[in-house]
């Protein structure tokens, strides 16, 4: 099912940079840092390319935002992701005080926004971002549910 | 106070390594991660020096860590660490399969394991390490406590 609207032009090119990484036989998820508008970070899963377990789509877009703005605070970007961040992304997303969170399917295995642990609704979280899930769901949650069906 | 045992290796090199990471001006918190015995990856504070949201002390001695033995999962290895882990860095350890985790001080305010969240007893958890707390406890909270003091 289609979307009322069209899908905003950060999360269309998340969802690109998620099927890219599945072309790499990475689980597909990708991720944007916008600031103004302005895309100024990406990434995509690289945990096996790059042999690091901390290479999550939204932890490599936040790195490179932080690299090329010269500040480990992100303040006043935005987040698009097209899976639910886990505790290890929630976590940096509240380090980096991103201000607004969008992300598109739900992870009800390792999401941490509105399942599990619920980061942000802690007493001790520090920067809560606002957060928006549901866009570009169908085509982002279609991505996962192929990869993982085609490796069973 | 002194403990009734020597501190282990790696905890004495995490210290040295929070002690360094002092002198940059950063947070006061190192980390190493071990296998079999031996270090295989090293890490400290590093957020301002590398305008990086995510470079913790124990993320940078894992990613040192698997980058070093080519595999994006650390099964088998410890990790080392001066402070009780946040959610971003507790949720690295789980998804690098860290065997054991050895930590220093408790953090009140920002630590994840068994503070706030308790990550690794969260029923999404796919995976737990063995956790020991207060190795070199006295040591490492005596360096943030100095850090923090001398910038009020």
Redesign the interface.
Known sequence: MSPPFPLPAPMRRALDLASAAECAGEVPVGAVVTRDGQIVGEGENR??R??????HAE?VA??AA??R??????TGCDLWVTLEP???????I????IARLFYGASDA??G?IE???R?FT???C?HRPEVYGGIGETEASTLLKDFFAARR
Chains 1, 2 share one sequence.
């Open positions: 945990n096996r790059d042999c690091d377990p901390t290479a932890i936040m790195r932080a690299a703005l010269g500040d480990f605070r992100l886990c505790p290890m992304c929630a976590g940096a509240s380090h980096a005080r295995k390792g941490a399942q599990g642990p980061l802690q007493p001790q520090l």
